[in-house]
């Protein structure tokens, strides 16, 4: 059974750093490209990045561009997202996703307040 | 950026009717390797969001017969040929033809 468990979530000040992670099993991970995506209270679905199979493509959305970086560790199943410079629109619910949002974990909440 | 657009945003549906969503992009979906790559997702209350349909058309394991998908080009429907009560929440639509991707809007399906 595919799992997807997010983690690293938190209350940070603005201007602050979190790194989230994202543990995979039930499938090979080196296998298939991987998706973040976030979700501010009561709002939609934002895609914030993608990462390939071997981590050699990565693309973001032009929200995070600059501050937030994907990387994968193939060996050890997981996915991250160092986030740097948060911001309060930074609020969100983040959700790994595996390929083209096949199956998803139950997200994590960052909260950037003061 | 390619806009995706939903509609309608909020759907009273009575149950044991159909129900369906539009879902149009500005820009073709439509691939050059040929594909459309389109999605649906369904996220009912305090869940994360369950991919339902893929490439349009492509229900996944496990979801009911009675999603189903089409469009081509600009122009994308997700039906329900006969709405449950487990069917409540909001349905998106994503487009991962263009960078960036970009999800709809979402359309709060509920029970009259």
């Known amino acids: 059974e595919v799992q997807l468990v997010e983690s690293g979530g938190g209350l940070v000040q603005p201007g602050g750093s979190l790194r989230l992670s994202c543990a995979a099993s039930g499938f090979t991970l080196s296998d298939i490209e991987m998706n973040w995506v976030r979700q501010a209270p009561g709002k939609g679905l934002e895609w914030v990045s993608y990462?390939?199979?071997?981590?050699?493509?990565?693309y973001y959305a032009d929200s995070v561009k600059g501050r937030f970086t994907v990387s994968r560790d193939n060996g050890k199943n997981s996915l991250y997202l160092q986030m740097n410079s948060l911001r309060a629109e930074d609020t969100a619910v983040y959700y790994c996703?595996?390929?083209?949002?096949?199956?998803w974990g139950r997200g994590t909440l960052v909260t950037v307040s003061s | 950026d390619v806009v995706v657009t939903q509609s309608p945003l909020s759907l009273p549906v009575t149950l044991g009717q159909p129900a369906s969503i539009s879902c149009r992009s500005s820009?073709?979906?439509?691939?050059?390797?040929?594909?459309?790559?389109l999605n649906w997702f369904q996220q009912r209350p305090g869940q994360p969001p369950r991919r339902l349909i893929s490439?349009?058309?492509n229900r996944d394991s496990g979801v009911p017969d009675r999603f189903s998908g089409s469009g081509s080009g600009t122009d994308f429907t997700l039906r329900i040929s006969s709405v449950e009560a487990e069917d409540i929440g909001v349905y998106y639509c994503?487009?991962?033809?263009?960078?960036?991707?970009?999800f709809g809007q979402g359309t709060k399906v509920e029970i009259k």
């Open positions: 490439k349009v058309s």
């Open positions: 820009q073709s979906l439509l691939h050059s390797d040929g594909n459309t790559y």
């Open positions: 996703a595996r390929g083209w949002l096949a199956n």
């Open positions: 994503l487009q991962y033809t263009h960078w960036p991707r970009t």
């Open positions: 990462i390939s199979n071997t981590g050699s493509t990565i």
